[in-house]
């Protein structure tokens, strides 16, 4: 074996683990789910190619509203998180110095020590109708009787938009990090206000770190299950939610790869339109 | 109320502190109408601080700065008839350089037609009449430099405040900037602050220099003011080259001082602060004061020394010579009309200076 080939041995297998992820557990599933999506059960155990899935899809009023209700309440979700974690991002990068930068940095990660459903549990003992607000409200004498706070749409962006926090926060710290307080103040100095310094100097500065915090939190929220189901209730109305119904309860496998195929879809087609709005590459906002 | 007579920027007991340091201490300051004054210190004398608050992005502790006769305390950076060329001059890299030199007008309000008029003339003032279209990662270190000050021009500041803008470019490029920028401040006649901690920048281009140290200005003159006649011996040593003794005042003449230095030598000297007898000073003579050779009528101070080494600098070519018993190193201007070119280690020349040329300064030098 010469030295050529020893490097190229070597360059397969660093890439071995990341090219059987991919391939097993990404590539596969999917075409399987795709190939499943695209039949139908004409007899038991037989199956010819049909689109019928996706017809009931389009049909039924139930699933094209859930699933148009699900991509607005993530966008909604996105943009409530981005708006919340701009504010303390730029605290984090810009205005704090040295300790207490790292400290404040460490307090938005402690949450995730513990999984997303007991912190999800921590809000529905909060919220619920029995729980700390509805008490304390009670107690103030604001309301006469118990108010329930949980299974509404208002609790479902709550639960997102929390579980989201971080992954906004990280990649906007990042890019506040980097951005120069001369260019700040060259800003003002130029006649510029508060206002005109975020429009034209900061966010276009951060808006690799916006769009690749708004991607993943996009994500995450679409596919989320478990907040919309425990925070939302019975009427949550997330298609996640659906594609669970079809596999687990209603053993209808076929229309459940079918709306997992849309839902791939969607998030695809709406990261797509997102960078072609904002101007952004996937491989420049993901690459920092 | 501002007539011609006004100041352009007057500062009155400006103070800042952080903490227990004194940043700026109490400086009165004024400036004339179209001068290129300079504020030259070490790094740490507290000149970035006072030209912040000059742009106001610091506030006084006390004291008071007017514009034309305006009070500025309490008026934010973007109010002010102020702009500022920023050390790594902060050009936005999200936008062209016509964006960058329209970003001031467009903050006024100014329409649209104005706006592109302006820029266009802008950027033909610093000679680059066709850049506004690049980006700012395409311009080199100079047309960088050209940008950023175009665009604080083309808001017509009272004062433009220039904080070391030329530390980042090479050296030839330097040289040139620096004769570029006097001559564009001459043409355009705005008063323009330019804080440095390089002495020929400021020697080059003002028409007035601060000499800053700890807070406070130590001398305020025209540049042959302070490389002639220094008040005090940071001055002394701070601009221009000065070889430096310490010595003891032995007699005391109206204004000329015998100084005997430690090693052994005689030194006379011309004092503006008239010194006591046995009072222990620092002499200061410039090497290019040195004369080689047998002075014409005579000299007031006369060494001989051995050359230890030759620094061969083009026109600023020097020697370090050893001289007296005690070995003093003495730097020694070595002017290149060819009549030392044939000079080597270890060759021992006379050198003289008179005592005007000596300036000597009393108590601690820095």
């Given amino acids: 074996m010469n030295h050529g080939d020893h490097q190229k041995l070597f360059f397969w297998l660093l890439l071995a683990p990341f090219a059987l992820w991919l391939i097993l557990l990404i590539f596969i599933p999917h075409l399987d789910m795709l190939s499943i999506a695209l039949r139908e059960r004409v007899a038991p155990r037989e199956y010819a190619f049909s689109l019928a899935n996706f017809q009931a899809f389009f049909t039924e009023p139930l699933y094209w509203r859930t699933f148009l209700r699900t991509a607005l309440m993530s966008i909604l979700a996105t943009a409530l998180t981005l708006l919340i974690a701009f504010p303390v991002a730029w605290y984090i990068a810009k205005i704090l110095r040295g300790r207490s930068k790292s400290l404040l940095f460490l307090l938005c990660l402690i949450p995730f020590w513990v999984s997303e459903l007991v912190r999800t549990y921590g809000w529905m003992i909060l919220l619920r109708e029995t729980g700390v607000v509805s008490r304390v409200l009670q107690w103030s004498g604001l309301v006469d009787g118990p108010v329930e706070m949980l299974y509404n749409d208002a609790a479902i962006l709550l639960g997102l938009v929390y579980n989201a926090l971080l992954f906004m926060v990280v990649p906007l710290v990042t890019a506040l990090d980097s951005l120069s307080d001369e260019l700040v103040e060259a800003s003002y100095d130029l006649g510029g206000n508060s206002l005109s310094t975020l429009r034209f100097v900061v966010i276009p500065h951060a808006m690799p770190g916006i769009v690749s915090g708004c991607i993943i939190v996009f994500m995450l929220t679409l596919g989320n299950y478990l907040t919309p189901t425990l925070l939302g209730g019975k009427d949550s109305l997330w298609f996640t939610g659906q594609i669970y119904t079809q596999f687990i309860t209603r053993f209808n496998w076929e229309l459940g790869s079918a709306f997992g195929v849309l839902l791939l879809i969607l998030s695809s087609v709406i990261v797509w339109l997102g960078l072609r709005l904002s101007g952004q590459t996937l491989s420049g906002t993901l690459a920092r | ?366």
């Fill in chain 2, 1 to 366: 109320m501002s007539s011609d007579l006004t100041p352009d920027l007057e500062t009155r007991q400006l103070l800042r502190r952080f903490g227990h340091f004194t940043a700026v201490d109490q400086i009165d300051l004024s400036i004339a109408r179209g001068e290129f004054f300079s504020i030259l210190g070490p790094s740490g004398c507290g000149k970035t601080t006072l030209l912040r608050m000059l742009a106001g992005f610091d506030q006084p502790d006390s004291g008071d700065i007017l514009i034309r006769g305006e009070s500025m305390l309490g008026v934010a950076p973007n109010k002010r008839p102020v702009n500022m060329v920023f050390q790594h001059l902060a050009l936005f890299p999200m936008m062209n350089v016509a964006d960058n030199i329209a970003y001031g007008l467009r903050r006024r309000g100014t329409d649209r037609h104005a706006i592109a008029a302006k820029v266009r003339t802008a950027l033909e003032s610093v000679d680059l009449p066709d850049a506004g279209d690049k980006r700012i990662d395409q311009l080199s270190g100079g047309q960088k430099q050209r940008v950023a000050i175009a665009r604080a021009l083309v808001l017509e500041p009272r004062l433009l405040l220039l904080d070391e803008p030329l530390g980042a470019l090479d050296l030839k490029l330097r040289e040139h900037m620096k004769v570029e920028l006097k001559q564009l401040q001459q043409r355009i006649g705005t008063t323009f602050i330019y804080i440095t901690h390089d002495q020929s920048e400021a020697l080059v281009m003002s028409d007035r220099i601060a000499v800053m140290q700890r807070g406070r200005f130590e001398q305020t003159g025209s540049p042959t003011d302070l490389y002639y006649s220094p008040e005090s011996a940071f001055v002394a040593g701070f601009v221009g080259d000065a070889n430096r003794w310490r010595g003891t005042v032995t007699q005391v003449n109206g204004d000329t001082v015998q100084v005997s230095t430690g090693n052994g030598l005689q030194l006379l000297c011309s004092s503006k602060q008239t010194p006591q007898q046995g009072e222990t000073v620092s002499v200061f003579v410039r090497p290019e004061a040195i004369g080689i050779g047998e002075a014409a009528g005579g000299a007031d101070n006369r060494l001989e020394g051995r050359i230890a080494n030759l620094l061969f600098n083009g026109a600023n070519s020097s020697a370090l010579l050893l001289c007296g018993p005690g070995e003093d190193e003495v730097r020694v201007a070595l002017p290149q009309t060819g009549q030392y070119r044939h000079l080597k280690r270890g060759d021992v020349l006379s050198l003289y200076f008179s005592a005007a040329q000596a300036s000597c300064f009393g108590g601690d030098a820095a």
